[in-house]
């Protein structure tokens, strides 16, 4: 589960970082083992094994941002996408 959302900055680039309250279970849960290995490298030095750079979308890191507070606050989209989001 998404636990928070923060904005940080390294290497020159910004970065938004998923916080989740059980970060070592979606590690383990990954069953691609690249992937994994990417998750693993990410919570080392980014502290969440998920962190999302701008330059991977077509919009800024604020833009993006907004947009995940927006539907995370959002209870329609919170009763939706409540069986996808493991738990």
């Known amino acids: 589960r998404i636990a928070d959302f923060s904005v940080f900055r390294t290497y020159g680039q ?3 970082r998923i916080e989740l309250h ?9 069953k691609n ?4 290995g990417l998750m693993r490298w990410q919570m080392k030095y980014f502290g969440s094994p998920y ?6 979308v077509d919009i800024g890191t604020a833009e993006l941002e907004k947009i ?7 209870p329609a989209y919170r009763r939706k996408y409540a069986r996808t989001v493991r738990q």
């Open 68 to 74: 995940l507070r927006v539907l995370r606050a959002d």
């Open 33 to 36: 083992r690249i992937a994994k």
């Open 22 to 30: 059980d970060p070592d279970r979606a590690i383990d849960e990954e």
């Open 14 to 16: 910004k970065f938004i």
């Open 51 to 56: 962190a999302i750079t701008a330059s991977t």
